[in-house]
C-alpha cells in the first residue's frame, strides 16, 4: 500500500493545475467489455474468465458510482488520469485509485489530529 501511495503522491504533484469541476462532475464512462477482452487476451475466449471480469468490472462501476461525490475532485481527475494511462482503462483501477487517495487523505488528517492533541 506505501508503494500506491508514493505513485499517487508523485502522480498528484505532477498533474496539471486545470479546472477540475467538468472533468469530475460524472463517473467517466469506460468500455467495460473491451478491458476485459485487453487485459485477459488468453482468457478472452473463455467465456467463465470473460464474464469474471465483466462482474468485477461492473462491481467497481457501482461502488465508484455510489461513492463519486464523497471523493476530492482532485483525486478524481488523477485516477481518471492514471487509470487511462494504459489506454485500456478499468474501472477496478479506478475503484482502487480512489480507496488510496481517500485513505492518504484520511492518514494525514488523523495525523495532524493527533499532532494537535498533543
Same mark, same amino acid.
Not at 45 to 59: F, I, M, N, R
Not at 96 to 117: F, G, K, M, P, Y
Given at each position: 500500500? &506505501?508503494? %500506491?501511495?508514493? #505513485?499517487?503522491?508523485? #502522480?498528484?504533484? &505532477?498533474?496539471? @493545475?486545470?479546472? =477540475?469541476? /467538468?472533468?469530475?462532475? *460524472?463517473?467517466?464512462?469506460?468500455? #467495460?467489455?473491451? !478491458? /476485459? =477482452? ?5 482468457? *478472452?475466449?473463455?467465456? +467463465?474468465?470473460?464474464?469474471? /471480469?465483466?462482474?468485477?468490472? +461492473?462491481?467497481?462501476?457501482? $461502488?465508484? *458510482?455510489?461513492? %463519486? ?7 478524481? +481527475?488523477?485516477?481518471?488520469? +492514471?487509470? $487511462? @494511462? ?10 482502487? /485509485?480512489?480507496? #488510496?487517495? =481517500? ?9 495532524? &489530529?493527533?499532532? !494537535? &492533541?498533543?
Amino acid at each position: 500500500m &506505501l508503494k %500506491w501511495a508514493i #505513485i499517487f503522491t508523485i #502522480i498528484t504533484g &505532477l498533474s496539471s @493545475i486545470q479546472d =477540475r469541476s /467538468c472533468a469530475t462532475d *460524472a463517473v467517466p464512462h469506460f468500455t #467495460i467489455a473491451a !478491458n /476485459c =477482452r485487453a487485459e485477459s487476451p488468453d482468457a *478472452a475466449g473463455t467465456d +467463465e474468465a470473460l464474464s469474471k /471480469c465483466v462482474h468485477d468490472e +461492473e462491481q467497481a462501476k457501482q $461502488n465508484v *458510482a455510489q461513492a %463519486w461525490s464523497q471523493f476530492a475532485s482532485q483525486d478524481k +481527475e488523477t485516477c481518471i488520469k +492514471e487509470t $487511462n @494511462i494504459e489506454s485500456i482503462p478499468s474501472y477496478v483501477e479506478l475503484q482502487v /485509485c480512489l480507496e #488510496i487517495a =481517500r485513505d492518504v487523505q484520511t492518514s494525514h488528517r488523523d495525523t495532524e &489530529l493527533d499532532r !494537535n &492533541l498533543h
